[in-house]
C-alpha cells in the first residue's frame, strides 16, 4: 500500500468485522435502492417473506429471505422479493455476518444469482450521506464471508427499524425454482455492568457520491469516481468492495497526502463475471487515520468488452469500517436525526 506508513498508528489487532442487524418483526415497505432496475424486472414475489430465527444462548440469529423462483436465462426478468423491514428485538452490538444462497432444503446455490442485497437503518443517518438512512450492510455476488474482531462492534438499540433491499437475476442455463438468501449474524447483547464494545460505524464510498449506486456501462473502458469530504476524524479500520460483471478495479486515495488507502482488484472468471473483491485489513497498523475534513476519493474502474450499453450495469463502492475518534460526536449524529423526524 503506497505510502500508508504517514497516515497509520497505535498498531492493535484489528480486522474488518460484519455489520448486519438481528431483527426479527417483519413489514412491507418501499426500498431505497427500488427503481434502478425496475425496467428489467416482472412483478414483486408476493410468496417471498422474512424468517428470523435467534440463537440467544449462542448469540447467532440467522435471516432467510425467500422462496424466489429465478428461470434459467432470465437475467434481470425474475420476480424480485418486496422490501422488507425489520425491527431490532435488543441492546448490543453486531459483531459479524455470514451469507449465502441456498435452496429450500438449505444446499448452497451459486453466489452470483444475487445481484444485491443492502441494509437500511431508517432511524440513522449516514455520516457521510446525511440525507439518506444509514447503509449498513450490503453484498453482491462476490459475498464475502465476514468474520468477528473482538472488542469491536456496529451498535444497534432495540426498536430500530432497518429495511432490507434484494434483487436477483439468473444469466445461467439452471433454473432455481426455490431461492432463499440466508444471513447467519453474530451478536453480543448488552450486559448492565458489563464490558462493552468499541462501536464502529459503516462507510460507503461510492463513485455517484450521494446519489443511486447504479449506472450505465458503455462499450469499451469506464471511469467513474466520486469524492467525500469526511465531518469527523477517526481510523478505516479496513476496507472491502463491491463491483458488478467487468469490474477491474476499485481504488482509494487519500487526497490530502496524494496516497492510495486501498488498490481492490477485482477476480473475474475467464467471461468477465466477477467472482470476488478483496479485503484489505489495516490489521497491524491500527487503522488508517484520516482527519476531519480530509477529502476521499473512490474510483471503479470497468471494462465492458460486449460492444454494446449495459444500462444501470454497473456499481463500484468501497466499503469501510470507522472508528471515529470522539463517538460522542457520532452519538449527536444520531440524537440530532430523531430530533429532525419527529
Not at 453484498?139 to 465476514?146: H, I, K, L, Q, S
Not at 475467464?270 to 491500527?286: A, C, E, K, L
Not at 488508517?288 to 468488452?305: F, R, S
Request: proline letters at 8%; glycine letters at 12%; aromatic letters at 8%.
Amino acid at each position: 500500500m503506497k505510502g500508508s506508513g504517514a497516515r497509520l498508528r497505535n498498531p492493535k489487532p484489528w480486522g474488518i468485522l460484519g455489520l448486519l442487524v438481528p431483527l426479527v418483526s417483519v413489514t412491507v415497505l418501499i426500498a431505497p435502492a427500488q427503481g434502478q432496475h425496475d425496467a428489467h424486472m416482472m412483478g414483486r414475489a408476493a410468496a417471498a417473506k422474512l424468517d428470523a430465527k435467534d440463537d440467544p444462548a449462542a448469540h447467532v440469529l440467522t435471516v432467510r429471505l425467500g422462496p424466489l423462483h429465478l428461470p434459467a436465462h432470465a437475467g434481470m426478468a425474475v420476480e424480485q422479493a418486496p422490501g422488507l423491514t425489520l425491527t431490532v428485538p435488543f441492546e448490543g452490538w453486531i459483531t459479524a455476518y455470514h451469507p449465502r444462497l441456498t435452496d429450500g432444503a438449505g444446499r448452497a446455490l451459486p453466489n452470483r444469482l444475487l445481484h444485491h442485497v443492502a441494509f437500511y437503518n431508517t432511524g440513522r443517518p449516514d455520516f457521510l450521506c446525511p440525507a439518506k438512512p444509514e447503509h449498513i450492510f450490503g453484498a453482491g455476488g462476490e459475498m464475502n464471508d465476514w468474520p468477528a474482531t473482538p472488542g469491536f462492534g456496529y451498535r444497534v438499540h432495540q426498536g430500530e427499524r432497518i429495511l432490507i433491499s434484494t434483487m436477483f437475476h439468473n444469466e445461467t442455463e439452471t433454473s432455481h425454482p426455490d431461492t432463499y438468501l440466508e444471513v447467519r449474524i453474530e451478536y453480543q447483547p448488552l450486559v448492565p455492568g458489563g464490558a462493552g464494545l468499541k462501536n464502529v460505524y459503516p462507510t460507503w464510498f461510492d463513485v455517484k457520491n450521494c446519489g443511486r449506486s447504479g449506472y450505465d456501462l458503455t462499450p469499451g473502458e469506464n471511469v467513474t469516481t466520486g469524492r467525500f469530504s469526511l465531518g469527523y476524524s477517526g481510523a478505516l479500520i479496513g476496507v472491502g468492495g463491491h463491483l458488478h460483471d467487468y469490474g477491474r478495479q476499485l481504488r482509494l486515495v487519500d487526497t490530502a497526502r496524494k496516497q492510495d488507502i486501498a488498490k481492490l482488484d477485482a477476480k473475474l472468471d475467464p467471461r468477465g463475471r466477477i467472482v470476488s473483491v478483496p479485503v484489505v485489513r489495516f490489521t497491524d497498523r491500527g487503522g488508517y487515520h484520516l482527519n476531519k475534513g480530509d477529502v476521499v476519493q473512490v474510483t471503479a474502474i470497468y471494462d465492458n468488452p460486449t460492444g454494446k450499453l449495459l444500462p444501470e450495469g454497473a456499481m463500484g463502492i468501497v466499503v469501510g469500517y470507522f472508528l471515529p475518534d470522539d463517538d460522542r460526536q457520532m452519538a449527536a449524529l444520531r440524537k440530532n436525526h430523531a430530533s429532525a423526524r419527529k
